[in-house]
């Protein structure tokens, strides 16, 4: 009887040695079958990227044979120059504006202790999000026209005696984009509150700090991810806006994706306008990357020990 239990001892691993190797595989593989849809999709874009980089060296109606530097000489002109300004500019004050009127929202959404109230704002923040950008851009005309809402309130009000024009002027396009990137900066920043335990909040207020204290040295600075994550999103997600520019600025705000696009509808000049993507990408890329250096740099200096 001990001579069969040893014997079957000894049997049993060598009975579950194969199975032990597929097993182990199929553990190592499950995490990246579970990224094979972000990773393909990844990788679609990847291609996009290289497709429209190639694309820029070639000439009109030859782009993928022939190739030339041109495109990049051409977009020294001074119109592409003011246009790329004019873009980096916009998105740029976009995301100061959403980022500011983030906070509130964001620290309302962390803090709230009733559920209904945290999902009705978490209904209104997403709200833009659910509704195409052309609505969205209709919805600001019908509001900013001149005989729009807006005016009419001014109008009716007795601030203004005559109608303000906020069409095809470059505030109408930033009411517009600070509009629809709002929700990219909210729900970043109000994570990273969330994430931040109250008792910091209670600590501050035991030591006599205002709440405007309490927020501008331990709320927001323990947050900072999620603001510096949120501000990049609008910025790189308005550098790239086309819908609510052409609608709100027309060719008078000509944004570099509407310059683009002018570039593809009726000229067909594919090479060009991969160009100027290309460098709407590595300026957007540029201003990203030294933003993260220079919020990295400062908590770096703010961590160090005073002398």
């Known amino acids: 009887m001990g001579a069969a239990s040893r014997a079957a001892l000894n049997a049993k691993p060598d009975a579950a040695g194969p199975d032990a190797p597929a097993a182990s ?15 393909l999709f990844l990788a679609v874009l990847g291609a996009a990227a290289l497709v429209v980089l190639r ?36 998105a740029f004050q976009s995301m100061v504006c959403a980022v500011l009127l983030a906070i509130p929202v964001a620290l309302a959404m962390a803090r709230t202790k009733s559920r209904l109230a945290r999902r009705l704002l978490l209904a ?10 052309l609505l969205q851009g209709y919805g600001w005309l019908i509001i900013l026209g001149p005989a729009g809402l807006l005016n009419h309130a001014l109008l009716g009000s007795g601030l203004m005696h005559r109608p303000l024009m906020w069409l095809y002027r ?27 335990s109250s008792s910091f909040e209670e600590a501050a207020a035991t030591l006599g700090a205002t709440r405007w204290q309490t927020l501008r040295h331990v709320l927001l600075p323990l947050a900072m991810p999620g603001l510096v ?38 000229l067909l000049n594919w090479p060009a306008a991969s160009a100027s993507g290309v460098v709407l990408m590595i300026a957007t890329l540029a201003v990203m990357a030294l933003s993260q250096r220079l919020v990295r740099r400062t908590q770096r200096l703010a961590e160090e020990p005073h002398a």
């Open 55 to 90: 694309m820029s060296f070639g000439t009109q109606g030859n782009e993928w044979h022939g190739f030339t530097l041109q495109n990049y000489a051409d977009l020294l002109d001074g119109y592409f120059m003011r246009s790329l300004w004019l873009t980096l500019k916009l």
């Open 25 to 39: 595989a199929a553990q190592k593989a499950r995490p990246w079958l579970l990224l094979a849809p972000i990773l």
């Open 229 to 266: 994550s949120g501000a990049l999103l609008v910025f790189a997600y308005n550098a790239s806006a086309f819908a609510v520019p052409l609608l709100l600025g027309g060719r008078r705000v000509p944004m570099l994706a509407v310059l683009v696009h002018d570039q593809v509808a009726p």
């Open 124 to 133: 209104g923040v997403l709200l833009p999000l659910l509704v195409n950008l």
């Open 170 to 196: 470059e505030n109408g396009v930033l009411l517009g984009l600070i509009q629809t990137a709002f929700p990219l900066a909210v729900l970043p920043l109000s994570s990273a509150m969330r994430a931040v």
